[in-house]
Each structure stands twice: as C-alpha cells, then as structure tokens.
C-alpha cells in the first residue's frame, strides 16, 4: 500500500444513482440526552458523505441508527426505498446490504483471515464454500493481505486487521458501506494504509458514510462533508466549500480548534 500521498490525490466517483439511504426526521435519546435531533439526510448511490463533528455530536449514534445498531425514537431510515424492519429475517437480511466497520476490528479471533471474510457470504448469503474464498481472495489481494490469509487476527497488526474487516464486509456485496472512525484505534503509521483502501473504494463508486478525524481524507475523498454538533446537522456542503468558507459559527470554532495544530 502506499502513502498518504495516494490519499491526498484520491477523487471520489462521480455520484450516479438517486437516493439509497434516507434518514427522515430522525430522533435518539440516551435517557435524558437527546443525542439525535431532527436528522434529515439523504445519501445518493455512489455518494462519500463524511459526517464529522466534535465529540458527542451524535456522529457514531447516526451511523449505527443506519443499520438499526441503535434503535430509533422516532422517524424513518430507509434504505433502497425499504424501511428498516424492527427485528428478526427482514432487518438481517436488510443488515446484510449495509456494510459496517468499527473502530474495533471485530474480527472471529478463532477464525483465519480467510473464514472471516468467507463466514457471512457462506452463512447469509448461501454462497458455496469454493465461490466465496474464491472471491475471498480477491478482495484479500485488493486490500493487500491476501498474503495473510491463513493467518489468525492476533498475528496481524492493528492495520492489516481494519483492512481485513474493510473485505469482509465488502465480500458481502453491500450497497453501502458505513464506516465508525475506522482509524481511530490505529497508531499513526497503520492509518494511510486503512485510508488508501477507503479511497480506492470512493473511486471506484461505492456508497459510503464515514465518520472520521481525518481531515485529509474527508477533503479529498468526500463528494459532501456532514458537519454534525450537539445531536443536530448543522451544516453540509462540498469539502473544498466547508473547509474554506464554513458558513456556521460552530463550525469556523471547529475548525479553527482542529486545523491549527
């Protein structure tokens, strides 16, 4: 993999397609913390929205509502024109169109490399075993560990674990990818790598919702940045308008706080 100089000239995709995920009237509360506030977002197929924010703006809270990781108070989140079911076959198989990856890597520490990414095209989608390693290892060599395959995660480091979980959430084929501040639990030199293989996959068109610190990368690889504090969407807009002309107050303080160090 390369560095970050391959991420700052990542562009993402033209976006194609109409709406895939639509967030409408969204409500969250942890007791009294009302930590999602009237949401209304609208994510179109082969789009890279990156959501970021201040801590405890709600930015994790929204992206685990999205495949119901967190239930909702009140509102509709559809994706593909279908409601998220509440439970049971129908949010499974929803869940199974909606790729995710966690700060933590999450990963079947009993399982290979290979029996990671093959284990929910095999369980879920009925795949035979020869298809998905067979596909298994292609998306291994596209993220750069097909190399590790046999493998166990304790032997990989912190990075070629996120870029693990990145292809088995791909060998599922997803119609979109959400991403929870997947570098966030990585030391410093492991984080372009990560990155690298998320730009890629915005070039390459795939719907994506990510939270993430890295700056960097939400100018480069995003088509709209999400600017989210206090549980509420304050601002949205292209990265190249929001980094250079942030329209709110809250977001010229954020910025001013983070893009000076």
Do not use: W
Not at 39 to 45: E, F, G, Q, W, Y
């Amino acid at each position: 993999m390369c560095g970050y100089g391959r991420v700052m000239d990542a562009q993402p995709a033209a976006v194609e397609g109409g709406p895939l995920v639509v967030l409408e009237q969204v409500n969250k509360h942890f007791g009294e913390l009302h930590v999602l506030q009237d949401i209304n977002l609208t994510v179109n197929r082969g789009e890279v929205v990156i959501v970021i924010g201040p801590s405890g703006s709600g930015k994790s809270t929204l992206c685990r509502s999205i495949n119901r990781l967190e239930t909702i108070d009140d509102g509709t989140i559809t994706i593909d024109g279908e409601e998220l079911p509440a439970e049971g076959r129908p949010l499974a198989r929803l869940r199974a169109d909606v790729g995710m990856v966690f700060q933590s890597f999450n990963l079947f520490a009993h399982k290979t490399i290979l029996e990671n990414v093959t284990l929910g095209p095999i369980k879920v989608r009925g795949t035979s075993k020869a298809q998905a390693r067979s596909e298994a290892m292609t998306l291994l060599e596209r993220v750069g560990v097909a190399n590790q395959a046999d493998k166990y995660p304790a032997q990989l480091s912190g990075g070629q674990q996120q870029r693990v979980a990145i292809a088995r959430s791909l060998a599922m084929k997803p119609k979109v990818m959400l991403f929870d501040e997947p570098t966030s639990a990585l030391d410093p030199e492991m984080i372009n790598e990560v990155l690298d293989v998320m730009a890629d996959l915005a070039k390459d068109g795939m719907t994506m919702i990510v939270v993430t610190h890295e700056m960097g990368f939400a100018r480069k690889a995003a088509n709209r940045v999400v600017f989210m504090a206090d549980g509420a969407i304050v601002e949205q807009a292209t990265p190249e308008e929001f980094f250079t002309n942030p329209q709110s107050d809250r977001a010229k303080d954020f910025l001013s706080k983070i893009l000076t160090h």
